[in-house]
């Protein structure tokens, strides 16, 4: 698979996961379980954009480790605002 239909399809699974957490705003009254998936995903799309979209898969690993950071932080601060 060529490099450019792999970001496609990368392309599409951000999308199709973007939509399904409009979806889950939309259709669950539980706060908790909506948090905490909107949170997991949020972190599965970041990695992806620094791995794929920003090309940072093979760079410099501590610049790689703060960029993913930055994915593990918030999307954990999502999930902490379940308990406030």
């Known amino acids: 698979m060529s490099k ?3 970001l496609e399809w990368y392309w599409v699974i951000l999308i199709v996961i973007t939509l399904f957490n ?3 705003g939309e259709q669950f009254t539980s706060t908790a379980f909506v948090s905490v998936l909107v949170g997991l ?3 599965y799309k970041g990695f992806v954009i620094v791995d794929h979209f920003m090309e940072l898969k093979h760079a410099n690993k501590n610049l790689r480790l703060l960029m993913r ?4 932080i918030f ?3 999502i999930i902490a605002t379940i308990f406030f």
């Open 22 to 24: 409009t979806f889950l």
């Open 41 to 43: 995903t949020v972190m």
């Open 69 to 72: 950071l930055y994915f593990i």
């Open 4 to 6: 450019l239909l792999s």
């Open 75 to 77: 999307p954990a601060m």
